[in-house]
């Protein structure tokens, strides 16, 4: 049987994921017979997560649509600046409820979402199996510098994070995935991910250091790990950080409780 040839061509930031010969031009790629869009463009090297439209032959498909030789396979990430609403989207619906879980390598990232209000699973020690079980299980978008995790089949909404440090991490998924509108900060125990309470200045008297029981008036904890959170200078340090990228994302951040933190 004659061998099955197409041209791709992957926009915007796709790209970064191919090899520097086939980056911002069209180029033909030799495709197993009945071979998927999902099959190449991910044996190309980008994940599935990362892509939003397959236009082939100027056509939307869905990502089991099986290439034929002589295709032309345009492939486009998330869209901000326009509107493709009459084409075919990969994910017609959003999740309901922003949930992340991150893999081992962004901790500090795990950290400042929570800080934001987003319920976020982190542990160092999540084999991949586990995330993808978590991620299908509740309805999770998973955050990783691994684009073997994310070209896992059943993981359906992901990101690929390029930044390296944990404040540009949580920039860049503020502007790819529009979250500001759905910030709601320092409403989760940056420890165990749990909802904050407010407690009682006096119920905290033993649990806080004599100085911070003098100084402070708010106070709030975590029926998980108890630990108790009021506003220090760790708080304004992250005060600071939310409120720059409210402002960037034009948004602004719910007022609530405490980051700085004492164990019982």
């Not at 991150?102 to 084999?127: E, I, K, P, V």
């Not at 690929?160 to 509108?181: G, H, I, S, T």
């Not at 340090?237 to 933190?261: F, H, K, Q, W, Y």
Request: proline fraction near 5%.
């Amino acid at each position: 049987m004659s061998p099955v040839t197409a041209t791709f061509r992957f926009y915007e930031e796709l790209n970064d994921f191919l090899a520097p010969s086939q980056r911002r031009r069209e180029f033909s790629c030799a495709c197993a017979r009945a071979a998927t869009a999902k099959h190449m463009i991910e044996a190309l090297g980008v994940p599935h997560t990362e892509v939003e439209l397959i236009l082939v032959n100027g056509e939307s498909v869905a990502f089991d649509h099986a290439l034929q030789d002589g295709d032309r396979v345009a492939v486009y990430p998330k869209f901000e600046t326009f509107d493709i609403t009459p084409l075919l989207r990969l994910r017609p619906e959003p999740l309901r409820t922003i949930r992340f879980i991150a893999d081992a390598h962004l901790g500090g990232l795990a950290h400042l979402l929570r800080l934001a209000g987003f319920d976020t699973l982190y542990d160092n020690h999540f084999a991949d199996d586990e995330i993808e079980t978590l991620a299908l299980a509740e309805a999770r978008i998973v955050l990783s510098r691994d684009r073997e995790l994310l070209k896992r089949r059943t993981i359906t909404h992901g990101c690929y994070v390029r930044a390296l440090k944990p404040e540009e991490q949580l920039r860049e998924l503020y502007r790819r995935l529009d979250l500001a509108r759905s910030t709601r900060a320092f409403r989760l125990c940056l420890t165990c991910n749990a909802p904050l309470r407010p407690i009682d200045k006096e119920a905290v008297r033993e649990r806080v250091p004599d100085g911070v029981f003098e100084r402070q008036t708010r106070f709030a904890t975590c029926d998980v790990c108890r630990r108790v959170f009021w506003e220090g200078s760790h708080w304004k340090r992250m005060r600071t950080l939310v409120d720059s990228i409210m402002t960037e994302g034009c948004g602004n951040a719910a007022d609530a409780p405490m980051v700085d933190s004492q164990h019982n």
